[in-house]
């Protein structure tokens, strides 16, 4: 379906505080907590360009300590290169959404997908700002499909950088192609970017600073909510 999923992004939290960060945005009216899962490899592979984040967040072990004291959806966020290695870890540690990025997975998405599926997860696919569309189209539409494509309107990496509206046509294209496929953005989404992305076509909404950077974080996620389901 197409309802509106506000996603609070965790990376902008206290990490340590996250139980209460968590519940705080529940209480505020969150529908996700959204988990973005960097690793950066070694020196060696970030010299080779192997790398595929400049930043380093939580993992499997931090999910499981977070699902100890909430029953939240955890829309986890994978920016790593070898996303195969983390599905049965964050499955295990309770994650819910497994959103994989397409960039490294051009080769094993239909074992990654029914893997992920298997463990009782929902997949999805992301992609960064610099990869077309087209990528995504064979992942959707599949015999075993991803059920979210998140449309990058940064690159990754980090919160709190300016949006990309020309990311808004591959949402449009989307939802033009898919009526009822979950279309999640993320970066740079808050009160002054929402309606471009919602008039797009996006239903699921990452949103970081913005909420966390709010002195009155409910109101944010109230209009986030609002403008989508206008
Ligand atoms: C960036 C992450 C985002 C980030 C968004 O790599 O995928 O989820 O936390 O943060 P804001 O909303 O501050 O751009
Ligand atoms: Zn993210």
């Known amino acids: 379906g197409v309802a509106a999923k506000i996603a ?5 939290s206290d990490f340590a505080n996250l139980a209460s960060e968590a519940e705080r945005m529940l209480k505020f009216g969150a529908d996700w907590l959204h988990m973005d899962i960097m690793v ?48 049965e870890p964050l499955s295990k540690a ?13 080769e094993n998405w ?16 992301a992609l960064k700002p610099g990869t077309p569309i087209e990528d995504v189209y064979p992942l959707v539409e599949g015999e075993n499909p991803v059920e979210m ?3 990058m309107t940064v690159e990754p990496g980090f919160g709190g950088q300016k949006f990309m509206p020309e990311m808004m046509e591959k949402v449009r294209t989307l939802r033009e192609r898919y009526p009822s496929l979950d279309i999640e953005v993320d970066g740079g989404l808050g009160p002054s970017t ?29 209009l986030l909510r609002s403008s989508v389901e206008e």
């Open 194 to 222: 929402i309606n471009v992305a919602a008039s797009a076509g996006a239903n699921c909404i990452v949103a970081g600073s913005s909420v966390f950077g709010a002195s009155d974080p409910s109101a944010v996620i109230s």
């Open 8 to 12: 609070p992004s965790m990376l902008s």
């Open 149 to 151: 494509v998140l449309v």
């Open 40 to 87: 950066v490899l070694l020196f060696i592979h970030s010299f080779l360009n192997r790398h595929f984040v400049p930043n380093l967040t939580l993992g499997a072990p931090v999910i499981q300590s977070l699902r100890k004291h909430t029953e939240a959806y955890l829309d986890c966020h994978l920016m790593v290169t070898n996303p195969l290695d983390y599905v």
């Open 110 to 125: 239909q074992e990654l997908v029914q893997r992920i599926k298997s463990k009782g997860m929902k997949p999805g696919v």
């Open 94 to 106: 309770g994650a819910s959404g497994f959103t994989f990025h397409v960039e490294v997975s051009k």
